[in-house]
């Protein structure tokens, strides 16, 4: 019997060489490069976003440091962290009511100090937004980076393409 991870390496692998093969087989270089150079950036950031070896980095309650607990990838938390976790990337992309929702304050601002700044934790240690702009902030970054992605492909298949 072939190994668990036998399957998913055939799905992560072949696909993608039948279409690079495809191409080839076309003589569309441009093309060729474009989809290898998206193939790669996208398997790199599934891969840190949801498999790279980490630890879990929410702040904890007890001594304020960052949890040191493995986990597998960036979006991920421990088996202690989990709905916390959860609840600030809701918050940070905008939707504090689903975030207020799993049961942790980290949706709500708590009152300005005496001096005008921020307020740094709340009550279980979870930064607040006060401002309410980093989920705007969060999206143009997104944004942002999709258009990066999608000029240098462009930017390539020209390259390619005079190539030629």
Same mark, same amino acid.
């Given at each position: 019997?072939?190994?668990?991870?036998? +399957? %998913?390496? !055939?799905?992560?692998? *072949? #696909? #993608?060489?039948?279409?690079?093969?495809?191409?080839? &087989?076309?003589?569309?270089?441009?093309?060729?490069?474009? !989809?290898? =150079?998206?193939?790669?950036? &996208?398997?790199?950031? =599934?891969? $840190?976003?949801? !498999?790279?070896?980490?630890?879990?980095?929410?702040?904890?309650?007890? /001594?304020?440091? #960052?949890?040191?607990?493995?986990?597998?990838?960036?979006?991920?938390?421990?088996?202690?962290?989990?709905?916390?976790? %959860?609840?600030?990337?809701?918050?940070?992309?905008? !939707?504090? %009511?689903?975030?207020?929702?799993?049961?942790?304050?980290?949706?709500?601002?708590?009152?300005?100090?005496?001096?005008? @700044?921020? #307020?740094? +934790?709340? /009550? /279980?240690?979870?930064?607040? /937004?006060?401002?309410?702009?980093?989920?705007? &902030? $969060?999206?143009?970054?997104?944004?942002?980076?999709?258009? +990066?992605? $999608?000029?240098?492909? *462009? @930017?390539? =298949? @020209?390259? &390619?393409?005079?190539?030629?």
């Amino acid at each position: 019997m072939a190994r668990r991870g036998s +399957t %998913r390496a !055939f799905l992560v692998v *072949v #696909p #993608p060489l039948l279409v690079a093969g495809s191409l080839h &087989a076309q003589n569309r270089t441009g093309w060729l490069v474009a !989809f290898v =150079i998206l193939y790669l950036v &996208a398997v790199v950031a =599934i891969w $840190v976003l949801l !498999f790279m070896r980490t630890t879990c980095d929410m702040i904890t309650k007890t /001594d304020g440091s #960052p949890c040191g607990n493995a986990v597998r990838g960036r979006l991920r938390a421990c088996r202690y962290h989990k709905r916390q976790k %959860r609840a600030v990337w809701l918050a940070r992309i905008g !939707f504090r %009511r689903a975030a207020a929702q799993l049961g942790r304050r980290v949706a709500r601002p708590t009152a300005a100090p005496a001096g005008g @700044g921020r #307020p740094a +934790t709340t /009550d /279980d240690g979870l930064s607040i /937004d006060k401002s309410g702009t980093d989920g705007l &902030a $969060v999206v143009c970054t997104l944004i942002s980076t999709v258009g +990066t992605v $999608v000029s240098a492909t *462009v @930017g390539v =298949i @020209g390259l &390619a393409l005079q190539l030629l």
